[in-house]
């Protein structure tokens, strides 16, 4: 289901951002939370437009490179980093060591916004928009209480970061490592929000130094297709 996004009103307070920075950045040959764009870490870029979209709560998952994405991180962001133990077990295997967590909670969180690390050009206003669209509820299949899933699209493209509802997290934390949280995604297309942006940064995936050249030239010719 597709809606256009609205101005986003005042983020709520149970939403919790997760950045996911445990790959192994081969392609890239360092690690890319410590990459600069516009003067600050590709980490310190995600972590601001989840902070500045609204959610005070943020997370992030480090792995091997745990060292370099502690330093990525400006000490007044003040950003727990957590580490997976397996990051080789893919991205979702990350990002099952943050749900693990929140669940571990006394106060649990209603929802998570989940960024990649390797996504510096999101908007603030992104973020704002995938809250106002999960805490004001859609019509049509999606259940009353709000979608359990929000993805933001540019140009008829889906992109990150994605919201996932508290509703599914058991489900993210069931599915195999390999298959990746797409499955959760797909699985059941009636829960799920296209939420149209004004942001081609949903679709910037920064992996190789030709990627970062083309990032700094502003060329957007590593947009993936």
């Keep these: 289901m597709s809606v256009p996004a609205a101005a986003a009103p005042a983020a709520r307070g149970d939403v919790v ?88 909670r006394d106060v649990r969180p209603a929802a998570a916004v989940v960024a990649l690390v390797d996504h510096p050009a999101i908007r603030a206003q992104t973020v704002a928009a995938l809250i106002a669209a999960w805490a004001k509820g859609t019509v049509g299949d999606v259940p009353p209480d709000g979608p359990a899933i929000v993805v933001p699209v540019h140009d008829g493209r889906r992109g990150h970061p994605v919201l996932f509802a508290a509703d599914v997290w058991n489900e993210l934390l069931a599915t195999p490592d390999a298959l990746g949280a797409r499955a959760v995604v797909h699985a059941r297309p009636a829960r799920v929000v296209e939420l149209e942006v004004d942001d081609p940064g949903i679709r910037i995936d920064v992996d190789t130094p030709a990627d970062l050249a083309s990032l700094t030239a502003g060329s957007g010719r590593f947009v993936r297709g």
């Design 17 to 104: 951002g997760i950045v996911l920075a445990g790959g192994a950045s081969r392609r890239m040959g360092v690690a890319k939370a410590g990459l600069l764009h516009d003067g600050r870490t590709f980490l310190a870029r995600v972590v601001g437009a989840l902070h500045d979209g609204g959610i005070a709560d943020v997370v992030v998952v480090s792995g091997s490179a745990h060292e370099a994405v502690l330093a990525a991180l400006p000490v007044s962001q003040h950003v727990p980093v957590l580490r997976n133990p397996e990051p080789e077990r893919g991205q979702l295997s990350s990002l099952k060591v943050a749900l693990a967590a929140l669940l571990a």
